[in-house]
């Protein structure tokens, strides 16, 4: 079946401390993969997606991802966070639709991020 | 250019009653799609539609309906609406809907079902 597990439900951070969001996901296919955020009251925004070529993801606000396929993750990270970066953080595998063709988006639970000043 | 944009921001209603959210998108995306989201259970989807005039069931469709008369709207509707489906609702379109594709969200709708 497909899914898509984040371990960690809260973690905490130091301002300027280095960050790794884990991601695990279950799809049959080569997957799609993304990281979303989400501020306080707010949408979802993209942070970066993969679905081929460098396995090192590049996206904005100085997030980065690493797709290994032998371990199915796609971990996020950033080398120092800022206090704007408290928010909440789902990952996402694109699949496809119930008995459909076209693109779905099947979530983690998504990881609360708290940045201690 | 406003993306997408959900109406309304919040909203209470007491069991029995219905309502409908409207979202709309001003970048001519084919694909739209309805989400639920609780507490530590991520986003599910609610229904999708590929085009003007096209719906379809996704993962929890139970107790809702949906309408995309035109192709900048989508409609949700809740016919009786149940405790349960005390919500924070997303919507999301998509251009060409392939799965690699990325879905721009709406700001949300917080329902509150007394």
């Known amino acids: 079946a497909q899914s898509v597990t984040q371990p960690d439900i809260h973690i905490t951070v130091s301002e300027g401390a280095s960050l790794e969001l884990r991601c695990n996901y279950s799809?049959?296919?080569?997957?799609?993969l993304f990281w979303y955020v989400q501020s306080p009251g707010q949408g979802l925004q993209l942070l970066l997606k993969?679905?081929?070529?460098?396995?090192l993801v590049q996206g904005i606000k100085g997030f980065e991802a690493e797709f290994k396929r032998s371990q199915s993750s796609f971990n996020l990270r950033k080398p120092s966070v800022h206090w704007s970066d408290a928010a909440e953080y789902f990952c996402?595998?694109?699949?496809?639709?119930?008995?459909?063709?076209?693109?779905?988006?099947?979530f983690g639970k998504g990881t609360k991020l708290s940045v201690k000043p | 250019n406003a993306g997408v944009t959900q109406t309304p921001k919040f909203r209470v209603l007491k069991t029995g009653q219905s309502m409908t959210l409207l979202c709309a998108q001003d970048?001519?995306?084919?694909?739209m799609y309805w989400y639920r989201q609780d507490p530590g259970m991520g986003l599910r989807l609610i229904h999708y539609?590929?085009?003007?005039?096209?719906?379809a069931k996704g993962e929890v469709p139970d107790g809702y309906n949906v309408s995309r008369l035109k192709k900048q709207n989508f409609l949700l509707g809740l016919e009786s609406a149940a405790p349960s489906q005390t919500s924070v609702y997303f919507c999301?379109?998509?251009?060409?809907?392939?799965?690699?594709?990325?879905?721009?969200f709406g700001p949300g709708t917080r329902l509150t079902v007394l």
């Open positions: 999301a379109s998509t251009r060409a809907g392939t799965r690699g594709d990325t879905q721009y």
């Open positions: 799809y049959g296919a080569t997957p799609y």
């Open positions: 993969y679905f081929s070529g460098d396995t």
């Open positions: 996402a595998v694109g699949a496809k639709t119930f008995g459909g063709s076209q693109g779905n988006l099947i």
């Open positions: 970048m001519n995306h084919e694909y």
């Open positions: 539609s590929v085009g003007e005039g096209t719906t």
